[in-house]
């Protein structure tokens, strides 16, 4: 059986088992914030993925421009990019002409499908990322999201995005790619607005996710968004903001993540001992942040023994 006939099995079981009142309850209430003229994100929850808030816990934004709607992420299902879809509609009747992906994690981009194929743009390594590991992320999302994943599938970007500017129904758009969340990050700042659009390279009062990144490149990218003169940042997730605190803070979250395990590494700690624990009271308050702590710790300490013992082995 294949992997889209045994979710319909499952999904179908589902289904059957919920009263009939509850049908038509996946609704995300999505609800467009203006943070600039022109510009609209739906701000997600600082929560993990659970089947009470369908796994509404990205940011995503669009921007009305004269030659029609330019997306940025488009959430964690289709029923998400659906309903992200009928609210722009409710706003405008221009088309949507471009969507950027900001990376290749499944809540920013198994809405893709609700879009143009023509229009879904990424950076080659997201593209990438996500033809290898999308099926994986949709088990995964149907897992824990179960009903409000229903109908979702991977639309992997076909358009590759490369630095530099583009203009979009007079909105001038940089296009910057990076490193360090993830191998394919890319961030969109609209220099009409000085919004920027920075993805999962910044989060905001929730402990960020770690399982594709790379420390030293994550804080250099940081280093190079915290030069930039920018009216409004959006991060992957948390509010819309101005000024660099959440900037700062996600590389205070990366600092010390980064030193703690590779000390408790070059300790000869092992990863019970380092996963009970706990978080510097300065990052105690941000959402789920024990839950990525230990996600973190059991996605990064292994290859930090494996290492310590190399090291070892050579002396």
């Given at each position: 059986m294949t992997r889209a006939a045994l979710r319909a099995v499952l999904v179908a079981a589902l289904l059957h088992a919920i009263p009939a009142h509850c049908a038509d309850a996946w609704d995300y209430a999505l609800q467009p914030q203006e943070i600039a003229p022109d510009t609209w994100v739906f701000v997600g929850r600082a929560e993990d993925f659970t089947f009470a808030n369908g796994g509404n816990?990205?940011?995503?934004?669009?921007v009305i421009t004269a030659a029609g709607v330019v997306v940025i992420d488009t959430g964690p299902t289709v029923r998400y990019g659906q309903q992200m879809r009928a609210a722009i509609r409710r706003l405008t009747p221009l088309p949507v002409v471009r969507v950027f992906n900001t990376h290749h994690h499944p809540d920013h981009v198994l809405g893709n499908a609700v879009f143009a194929a023509s229009t879904v743009e990424a950076t080659a390594e997201a593209a990438a990322a996500l033809r290898a590991?999308?099926?994986?992320?949709?088990?995964?999302?149907?897992?824990?999201?179960?009903?409000?994943?229903?109908?979702?599938?991977?639309?992997?970007?076909?358009?590759?995005?490369?630095?530099g500017p583009i203009t979009i129904g007079g909105h001038t758009f940089e296009l910057h790619r990076m490193r360090g969340?993830?191998?394919?990050?890319?961030?969109?700042?609209?220099?009409t607005t000085g919004v920027a659009f920075v993805g999962d390279l910044v989060f905001d009062g929730r402990a960020p996710?770690?399982?594709?990144?790379?420390?030293?490149?994550?804080?250099?990218a940081l280093a190079t968004l915290r030069r930039w003169p920018v009216s409004?940042?959006?991060?992957?997730?948390?509010?819309?903001?101005?000024?660099?605190?959440?900037?700062?803070?996600?590389?205070?979250?990366?600092?010390?993540?980064?030193?703690?395990?590779?000390?408790?590494?070059?300790?000869?700690r092992d990863i019970t001992e380092v996963l009970r624990d706990p978080v510097p009271a300065r990052f105690a308050t941000w959402g789920v942040v024990d839950a990525e702590y230990a996600r973190s710790v059991l996605q990064r300490f292994p290859a930090l023994e494996r290492a310590e013992l190399k090291r070892a082995d050579a002396r």
């Open positions: 816990v990205v940011n995503t934004g669009f590991e999308g099926a994986g992320f949709v088990d995964n999302m149907f897992r824990l999201v179960r009903q409000w994943a229903t109908g979702t599938e991977v639309a992997v970007p076909t358009r590759v995005a490369v630095d969340h993830t191998d394919g990050d890319l961030v969109i700042v609209d220099r996710t770690t399982p594709h990144a790379h420390p030293d490149d994550w804080r250099a409004v940042w959006v991060p992957g997730h948390g509010p819309p903001s101005r000024g660099t605190d959440a900037i700062d803070a996600t590389h205070a979250w990366i600092d010390w993540l980064d030193a703690h395990l590779r000390t408790a590494a070059a300790s000869g």
